[in-house]
């Protein structure tokens, strides 16, 4: 531990399959590290063909049982608990996300924690809620649609949100009657390891929720699997493509969110003191290590070195270090691989002519742990890679702009169109920027502004699909259309 010293122990990972934590039958493990301080948190099963096999074949059989049956009211009684359970081991689980991910504590208690339970809590209301649509053509017809569950779903996610995103999709798969096997990252397994535990407190029947931990491989065998119906993934856009590519020959239904590289659009005419404040989250909460982080900043000329000045004063003030510390901003980046491939790109910027402003280097001073400074970048050329790659780390690029034209061109000539943020107090121009951005999720003097109702995803390279509110729902369940002739 660095600052705090926590009563809360790190755990042993084991999958967990038709109701009970199980090793893999080979044995075959691998190492837990801490990224704030190298330390092993502990070891984690790799799962391999055979646990994911069972873990499939519990899943099946579940999904035959009195889950799909349950009346509503007692399934949304039970998503409700297992929200509960969260908040009931809120502490626990936070420091878990912590110890795993070394984003800040705070930031896991108030943001990661508290909206895994809301996943569910926000689910539990909408199942009961929905219904399903009915038209009466003249006097010929009655047309009604009936839903039923998709079946066994593959939940796959990454390191960045673990909890949150985890319970983000499977919320909505309970809520619709499905049975799941969950796959977390293989570099933050603790909190979903636990999740599937409070899912059986709350009531759950064993089969429904399974887990199996592993790399890729394990994930792969969960996407080609013949007795999978459907594919829920956050991830990398690579991974994505693999994972189309996996389930093709058996075509199951697939919902992705992918990578990005979001523009922050500022006109002279926003809110300055706003414009920073939001800013400087939507560069580095959470490390940057958030899919929706606005990365690329583009600022009109007229309040371009007011704009830097005021970032650059603030950024310099943010602490980055013990994510234990609750006075600590910027956290521990997730692991090795990744702090090394967040300083490549330190090392491009300059070679593409970047200039830092602050940042530009692992956090001084520090012995141990993936710590790197937040950093501004400007200088660079459109078409440079620190421009249009994604980072995901606490790395932003800043460039001027003349013209509404000229900043459209440059935010939509990218592959990936998941998110912007646009700022500007004429409501005249927000409204026509923000209809000519190619982006799934467009804020205008915010960020990050959530309504789980929402359409919640991204366009071109950065998704296929959207989740929440009625969106999940229809990926999470199968309509059958009815006719009867009057
Ligand atoms: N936009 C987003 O939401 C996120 C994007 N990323 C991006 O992805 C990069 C790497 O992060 P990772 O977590 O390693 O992303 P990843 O896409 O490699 O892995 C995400 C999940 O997919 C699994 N997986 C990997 N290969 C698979 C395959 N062939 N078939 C099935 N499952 C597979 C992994 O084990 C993990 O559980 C980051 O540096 C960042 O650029 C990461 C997290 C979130
Ligand atoms: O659902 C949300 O509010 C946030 C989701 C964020 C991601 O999907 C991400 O960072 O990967």
Redo the contacts with the bound molecule.
């Keep these: 531990m660095l600052a705090t010293e926590t009563k809360v122990k790190p755990i042993d990972c084991y999958h967990y399959i038709d109701g009970q934590y199980v090793p893999s039958k080979n044995g075959k493990t691998f190492e837990n590290v801490n990224p704030a301080t190298e330390e092993v948190l502990g070891v984690v099963s790799e799962g391999g063909k055979e646990e994911v096999d069972l873990a499939i074949k519990a899943a099946r059989k579940a999904i035959k049982g009195e889950w799909r049956k349950m009346p509503l009211r007692k399934r949304s009684a039970i998503l409700r608990k297992i929200g509960d359970l969260i908040l009931e081991r809120k502490d626990e689980l936070a420091m878990l996300e912590t110890l795993d991910t070394g984003k800040p504590l705070w930031l896991s208690t108030n943001v990661d924690i508290d909206?895994a339970a809301y996943n569910f809590h926000f689910f539990a209301d909408y199942m009961i809620s929905v219904g399903n649509e009915a038209y009466q053509q003249d006097d010929i017809a009655i047309h009604y649609s009936v839903s039923r569950p998709v079946g066994v779903v593959g939940l796959i996610n990454?390191w960045?949100?673990p909890l949150?995103?985890m319970t983000?999709k499977l919320a909505p798969a309970l809520a619709a009657g499905n049975t799941v096997v969950m796959k977390p990252s293989e570099v933050t397994p603790m909190t979903a390891t636990v999740l599937a535990q409070i899912c059986t407190d709350a009531g759950v029947p064993d089969g429904v929720v399974n887990m199996v931990h592993g790399f890729g491989e394990t994930g792969a065998a969960i996407t080609s699997h013949p007795d999978v119906d459907a594919i829920a993934f956050?991830g990398e856009t690579v991974t994505g493509s693999a994972i189309m590519k996996a389930a093709a020959p058996t075509l199951k239904k697939l919902s992705f969110?992918l990578g990005g590289k979001n523009p922050n659009i500022i006109f002279a005419d926003a809110n300055m003191e706003d414009v920073i404040e939001t800013t400087l989250r939507s560069s580095f909460m959470n490390q940057g290590?958030?899919?929706?982080c606005g990365s690329r900043i583009y600022v009109e000329r007229s309040i371009y070195n007011e704009f830097l000045e005021k970032f650059v004063a603030k950024t310099k003030e943010l602490k980055v270090g013990d994510p234990l510390d609750p006075n600590t901003n910027v956290g521990a980046l997730v692991s090795k691989e990744h702090y090394n491939k967040v300083l490549s790109y330190l090392e491009l910027a300059p070679q593409e002519g970047g200039t830092f402003l602050t940042g530009g280097k692992p956090l001084e001073g520090s012995e141990k742990g993936y710590f790197v400074e937040p950093t501004i970048i400007t200088g660079l050329g459109r078409n440079s890679r620190c421009v249009r790659e994604e980072i995901f780390g606490p790395v932003v690029t800043v460039l001027p702009f003349d013209t509404e034209e000229e900043v459209l061109e440059q935010v939509n000539d990218t592959h990936y169109g998941l998110s912007a943020s646009l700022w500007t107090g004429d409501l005249k121009r927000a409204h026509r920027v923000a209809g000519q951005i190619e982006a799934g999720m467009i804020w205008i003097n915010t960020w990050?502004l959530?309504d789980l109702r929402t359409p919640?995803g991204g366009m071109k390279h950065s998704g296929i699909g959207r989740?929440g509110g009625a969106h999940s729902f229809d990926f999470y369940t199968e309509l059958s259309n009815i006719t009867i002739k009057l």
């Design positions: 909206r990454p960045n949100l949150l995103l983000w956050t969110e290590e958030v899919c929706l990050f959530r919640f989740e």
